[in-house]
Nanobody, 122 residues
Framework: QVQLVESGGGLVQAGGSLRLSCAAS????????MGWYRQAPGTQRELVAH???????IYTDSVKGRFTISRDHAKNTMSLQMNSLKPDDTAVYYC????????????????WGQGTQVTVSS
């Protein structure tokens, strides 16, 4: 089985910083795209940022210039450095990955972490 485990959430004042981490473990042959999503109460889950296996990144407009996504292929980990945090960034942040568990897999499988709470106070 595959597990994605997030860490690094917490409570921070507006203008502060947090660094989220995601570690993928289990039977993994290769990881394609990894990403961070977030969901605030009463809203739909939205993409925050994602990074491909070649390092290409995409950010949602509201976090551009403030958040930086990165990954370590050797360790199957991903991070999200969040700076200049705003109260609107308050949400549960989820790690997402598309991967192959074995070389025999013909399609990518999608996995989610359990989420980590980020709360930004004004």
């Amino acid at each position: 089985q595959v597990q994605l485990v997030e860490s690094g959430g917490g409570l921070v004042q507006a203008g502060g910083s947090l660094r989220l981490s995601c570690a993928a473990s289990g039977t993994i042959f290769s990881i394609n795209t990894m990403g961070w999503y977030r969901q605030a109460p009463g809203t739909q889950r939205e993409l925050v940022a994602h990074i491909t296996s070649s390092g290409a990144t995409i950010y949602t407009d509201s976090v551009k210039g403030r958040f930086t996504i990165s990954r370590d292929h050797a360790k199957n980990t991903m991070s999200l450095q969040m700076n200049s945090l705003k109260p609107d960034d308050t949400a549960v942040y989820y790690c997402n990955a598309f991967l192959k568990r074995t070389s025999a897999d013909t399609s990518l499988r999608e996995y989610w972490g359990q989420g980590t709470q980020v709360t930004v106070s004004s």
